[in-house]
């Protein structure tokens, strides 16, 4: 698979990653042998870069991704992300003070069975501690060759400024996909500014994109899509009407729903890394696929106009989970 560049510090990684929530939390029933295969098959097909978190599991996630690359860590770029207060096994707030920086990270790194942190992002601002100060203790993690690159997640225009100033950061991961455009009038033309390369989570909608889709209640209550106000009565039957361009063009072009989406968001620029989530080999398989479609620029205005943000229904997350996007 080709590599592309994300920021200018060096950070270089496989067109598509694999996100690794799923595998521990919130789409269905963990299965670790499964999981552990696919990421050893994400290996086998030229995927470097993936994603997990203290706050998956929590803690699970992390412990699943260090057992998995044993004896390739040279082809694996491992990015994870602090930020939270957990408590007996719950996230309860925000927790970005320089001194818990450094406890996370080296917690992140006996999860992970690792020297070196490849990527470590900020998982969410948090508005009781400067960003200034949370990216001056990340960067002594630099500094001590325990972290490589630098990263934000769902930042805004001016923290996304603040934290480059303080030390380069390589990478900001926010939701973006046709589903979600969020980031395009403001926070793209920023890092694209700034020389700092884009990871979208989330890529294909959490899985709507892709066609399976279903109503919210006709998923378990411990289940991400049952809370997921787009997947709820009048939004999902307005969204699966947005979303039909994408199947139709999938149809067209001989590709699935998810690989034209994944191929959407790879169209839109080389400093672009989408890593779709799944804990399945033939999912991974499919979606690595999207890297060898290509879309015609009518094809992409198709795209944009079918889910411009006013035919996509509902926001993406609830009133609670909101509050922690810094825009």
């Known amino acids: 698979m ?6 200018s510090q060096g950070l270089e990684v496989s067109a ?21 295969a696919t ?12 994603d997990t978190a203290e706050a998956y599991g929590p803690f699970k996630n992390e412990e699943l991704l260090g057992r998995a690359p044993k004896g390739r860590r040279e082809h694996v770029v491992i990015a994870t992300k602090f930020g939270w207060r957990i408590q007996e096994g719950k996230v309860v707030g925000t927790d970005s003070r320089p001194e818990h920086v450094r406890e996370v990270a080296e917690a992140s790194l006996r999860r992970l069975g690792t020297d070196r942190i490849d990527v470590l992002y900020q998982h969410r601002v ?36 603040r934290a480059h100033a303080t030390h380069p950061i390589s990478v900001l991961q926010s939701e973006y996909s046709l589903w979600e455009r969020n980031l395009e009038p403001r926070i793209i033309p920023v890092i694209r500014e700034l020389g700092i390369g884009l990871v979208p989570f989330s890529p294909l909608g959490r899985g709507f994109l892709a066609g399976s889709a279903r109503r ?12 997921d106000p787009r997947f709820k009565g009048e939004n999902f039957d307005a969204n699966v009407r947005a979303a039909a361009t994408v199947r139709e063009l999938a149809t067209e072009k001989a590709a699935t729903p998810a690989q034209i989406a994944l191929a959407w968001l790879l169209h839109k620029g080389d400093d672009i890394v989408p890593i779709p989530g799944t804990k399945r080999r033939k999912y991974l398989e499919e979606n ?36 922690f996007i810094d825009r």
């Not at 990421?39 to 993936?50: C, K, Y």
Request: glycine share 10%; proline share 6%.
């Open 216 to 227: 919210s209640e006709d998923y378990p209550p411990d289940d991400w899509r049952f809370s």
């Open 16 to 36: 598509l990653g694999l996100g690794c929530l799923g595998m521990s939390q919130s789409y269905g029933t963990p299965d670790d042998q499964e999981s552990i």
């Open 39 to 50: 990421i050893h098959r994400a290996l086998d097909t030229g995927v470097t870069l993936f």
């Open 2 to 7: 080709k590599k592309r560049k994300l920021g």
């Open 288 to 323: 690595v696929g999207s890297v060898e479609v290509a879309l015609e620029a009518d094809e992409i205005g198709r795209l944009d106009a079918a889910l411009a943000p006013q035919a996509v229904s509902g926001p993406r997350y609830n009133e609670s989970l909101m509050v």
């Open 126 to 161: 948090d508005p009781e501690v400067p960003i200034q100060e949370t990216v001056g203790a990340m960067a002594e993690l630099v500094k001590e060759g325990k972290v490589r690159f630098l990263g934000l997640s769902e930042a805004g225009e001016a923290n996304i400024r």
